[in-house]
């Protein structure tokens, strides 16, 4: 009895582990435009029960934030659960959650907390988060056909295509990829340049924020849009 008992505790235990299995790790390295430096790195997990955890470092003369975070997303793409543990640029304490169930959004951080009801599709902007973050943000808004989603805890983030080239990577392979600029974060507008997802199931839209760098793309570009300022490189 004691035998088939521990057999079955054993079963069991290997059941549960098979659901947190990790199916997909992609690895980004950060790397300087002034010096072609590594500067940090992020490691996304995607786990085959839908949960997606990441560690996010990066260092700037010292400075940087140190971030593990795990997300799980709705069918639109945007989150309905985040948390996010570890140290701002400056060294600050980050301890922040957000939670949806239903049409109730809400929220918690170490500066600030708060509800609201929310119908339809909605962003958070976590006050310290990844690329990866903003990389869902990016396949949460290419789903909507008005390329714009309300943010919370308040805002809207639109996004627009500024240019469009084909770039070549180090190992003969070739995609297309566009230039767009957001708007709705912050005073000015951002620019990304972002791919086809290739993780994110049944979306073939631009989606994802370029994972490799296109040196290639940025100086063709460069002279038609000059204020798309540039920002480190990250590759796989």
Same mark, same amino acid.
């Given at each position: 009895m004691k035998r088939v008992s521990a057999v079955l505790a054993l079963a069991i235990a290997s059941a549960?582990?098979?659901?947190?299995?990790? &199916?997909? #790790? &992609? !690895?980004?390295?950060i790397i300087s435009e002034n010096n072609g430096k590594q500067m940090g790195e992020q490691v996304v997990e995607n786990h085959d029960d839908g949960l997606t955890k990441v560690r996010y470092i990066y260092k700037d003369n010292? @400075?940087?934030p140190e971030l593990t975070e795990e997300f799980r997303l709705a069918a639109d793409g945007t989150m309905l659960y985040y948390h996010s543990k570890g140290n701002s640029t400056f060294g600050a304490v980050v301890d922040e959650t957000f939670? !949806?169930?239903g049409t109730k959004a809400q929220w918690k951080s170490t500066t600030e907390q708060g509800d609201k009801y929310v119908a339809g599709p909605a962003v958070?902007?976590?006050l310290n988060g990844s690329f990866e973050v903003d990389s869902r943000a990016i396949a949460a808004l290419a789903k909507t056909a008005s390329a714009s989603i309300p943010l919370l805890p308040s805002g809207t983030l639109k996004q627009a295509v500024?240019?469009?080239?084909q770039v070549t990577g180090p190992n003969?392979?070739? $995609?297309?990829?566009?230039?767009?600029? $957001? #708007?709705?974060?912050?005073l000015s507008p951002k620019f990304l340049w972002i791919t086809r997802a290739t993780t994110l199931p049944c979306s073939r839209s631009w989606s /994802?924020?370029?994972?490799?760098?296109p040196s290639k793309a940025g /100086?063709? &570009?460069? !002279? @038609?849009?000059?204020?798309? !300022? +540039?920002?480190? +490189? /990250? @590759?796989?």
């Open positions: 549960f582990s098979a659901q947190a299995a990790v &199916t997909q #790790t &992609t !690895r980004y390295v010292g @400075r940087g939670e !949806r169930n958070y902007v976590a500024l240019d469009e080239v003969g392979q070739s $995609q297309q990829v566009q230039l767009v600029a $957001q #708007t709705g974060l912050g /994802r924020a370029l994972s490799c760098s /100086r063709a &570009t460069a !002279r @038609r849009w000059p204020n798309a !300022r +540039k920002s480190p +490189k /990250r @590759r796989c």
